[in-house]
């Protein structure tokens, strides 16, 4: 099996391959998208190649709110089939997957003359329950509920409801399924664009690509192209001339330290501005609070929290947990994603569509939309219409996507829970010469000092962003980007990035600058 390989000479090997021959499905978008679509059509046989700008998972897919949900919210909206397909999904990733997906419990305050009461709630549960063939949720009196969750005290508590979901790491779920995918023989390279699509008397035939690393232009001939560009989809469905069909929706995040704020559960709320859902949860050491949902008109590349979506978050924050009286300055850092919604024409943002697009326009295989959670089956419905392009027989299956992590005995078990959520199968191997001090955690964080050493050796780092953003999340986990680490991340990575001083001293400006812009807590 091939890494993610970053070394100079073999990407100009990859590039070189690009023109050689016809492949039988180019995907276009690094995502987890377009990752689920290369490694569902890699393990049928077919001949991928996968194509993302800038870096795996760089788009919505690494600024989630990270949950493997079924979607209570979606159940609230009428959504019984989005519900229904995502509750299946999250039962296999945590089968196939149990350290990356895991289970995390959720309360649900019952507040008296607030919506929605305890009986909606509950009946809600039942069916998702019932969708999961499980019985998580029960009723949790005040007492009760304080017990569970000190300090969770909103005006009027009566108690709360208790029930299952799962959370992950977004970005890491994109990397383990880009290296099944890989592992099939997929060929997937990050910095390389799409900038057209090749015609061939009105049908697609191929893809014009420009690398950002090397400098090349390629064109690589496909029998069927898969476009899985999240909120970028209709760029190049207007290389077709097809009209836009997609409403950007921005949602923006906030990180606090865990200590600041400790939960064990994730709280589940409506808003008391808008009755929208926001929640909190412990995620890799930190809290993590969400979500808005924003109509986004500015640059999709440049999505960040706006003044207002802070003061909205914390807001939520102190309602339920008034003695925290939590504030800006106890802000780690920020993100925002754009969802790539398909435009209904609802007036509300929360309440458009949450479920997937595929469409087939002259060969342009469009899969835009849905969730993390549901990968694989949108990637089978895309596959489904890339087929008879393709010339390949195609068959919906439940076939694994995740083989299992073997070989990981030796270490303790927090170790080998995170290297093989991680690393999957090729855990053993990558951290097998992994040092004691190596095994250790990055201060305040979950993180292992060796996973920069593993991502700098296997997984395609070009710049710094990629290493302490994706394939770590030190740069949101820690203050100030975890640049207070750099002396040591520097000493561990560079005889894999072989950057030198002036290509670090570079890459420390573009990131800081990506810190402030982006990540930072933005002034009143
Ligand atoms: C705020 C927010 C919270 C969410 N929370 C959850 C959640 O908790 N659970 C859940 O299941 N789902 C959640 N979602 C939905 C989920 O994150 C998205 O559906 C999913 O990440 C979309 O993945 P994607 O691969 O389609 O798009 P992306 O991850 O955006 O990937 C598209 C990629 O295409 C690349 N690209 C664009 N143009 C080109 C080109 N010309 N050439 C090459 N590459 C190109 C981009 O760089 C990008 O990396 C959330 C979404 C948002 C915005």
């Known amino acids: 099996m091939g890494g993610l390989d970053s070394v100079a000479s073999s990407r100009a090997a990859k590039l070189a391959t690009l023109e050689g021959c016809t492949w039988d499905l180019v995907v276009i978008g690094g995502g987890i998208t377009g990752a689920g679509v290369a490694q569902q059509a890699a393990r049928r046989g077919w001949r991928v190649l996968l194509v993302e700008q800038r870096d795996f998972a760089w788009g919505t897919s690494s600024r989630s709110s990270k949950l493997v949900h079924g979607g209570l919210r979606y159940l609230k909206e009428g959504d019984i089939k989005t519900t229904l397909h995502s509750v299946h999904e999250r039962q296999r990733l945590m089968r196939e997957a149990p350290e990356l997906v895991q289970a995390q419990r959720f309360l649900f305050a019952d507040c008296a003359g607030r919506k929605p009461g305890r009986w909606l709630m509950q009946a809600g549960l039942m069916v998702y329950d019932l969708m999961a063939g499980q019985r998580s949720h029960w009723y949790a009196d005040r ?42 023989g997929a060929v997937c390279l990050n910095y390389v664009a799409a900038t057209e699509l090749v015609l061939n008397d009105g049908q697609v035939c191929g893809v014009a690509l420009q690398d950002a690393v090397l400098g090349g232009r390629f064109v690589a001939k496909a029998r069927s192209v898969v476009n899985a560009t999240g909120a970028w989809a209709d760029r190049l469905r207007a290389n077709l001339g097809a009209r836009p069909m997609l409403r950007p929706l921005r949602g923006s995040h906030l990180l606090v330290p865990h200590a600041r704020l400790p939960v064990t559960h994730s709280i589940s709320m409506m808003h008391r501005q808008d009755g ?76 458009a569509t949450r479920d997937h697009v595929v469409k087939d326009e002259r060969g342009l295989i469009t899969l835009t939309g849905g969730k993390l959670t549901t990968f694989r089956l949108m990637a089978q419905d895309a596959l489904a219409l890339a087929a008879p392009h393709a010339g390949k027989p195609f068959a919906r299956d439940q076939s694994v996507v995740f083989q299992p992590a073997t070989g990981c005995e ?15 199968e090729r855990a053993a191997l990558w951290a097998a010469d992994a040092t004691a001090d190596e095994l250790g955690c990055i201060e305040d964080t979950q993180t292992l000092w060796v996973e920069l050493r593993i991502a700098a050796m296997h997984e395609a780092v070009v710049h710094l962003d990629d290493l302490l953003l994706r394939r770590t999340r030190l740069g949101l986990l820690l203050p100030g980007g975890a640049l207070g680490h750099v002396e040591r991340i520097r000493l561990l990575t560079e005889p894999w990035l072989r950057w030198g001083d002036a290509v670090w001293q570079a890459e420390l400006g573009r990131y800081r600058e990506l810190i402030e812009r982006q990540h930072a807590v933005p002034p009143p």
């Open 143 to 184: 007492q009760r509920t304080l017990e569970l969750e000190p300090g969770l005290d909103p005006p009027g508590l009566r108690g709360a409801l208790v029930f299952s979901d799962a959370k992950t790491d977004d970005a890491r779920l994109v990397q383990r399924v880009l290296m099944q995918a890989q592992g099939d």
């Open 276 to 351: 929208r859902p926001v929640f909190l949860y412990p995620w890799e050491g930190c809290t993590l609070i969400g979500t808005t949902d924003l109509d986004h008109r500015d640059d999709l590349a440049q999505a960040r929290i706006t003044p207002p979506e802070v003061d909205y978050l914390l807001e939520a924050v102190n309602d339920q947990f008034p003695q925290a009286r939590l504030m800006r300055s106890d802000i780690v850092s920020t993100y925002a994603g754009v969802r790539p919604v398909v435009d209904d024409g609802r007036g509300d943002a929360s309440k």
């Open 410 to 424: 030796g270490w303790p078990e927090p170790v080998r829970q995170r290297l093989a959520a991680r690393y999957g």
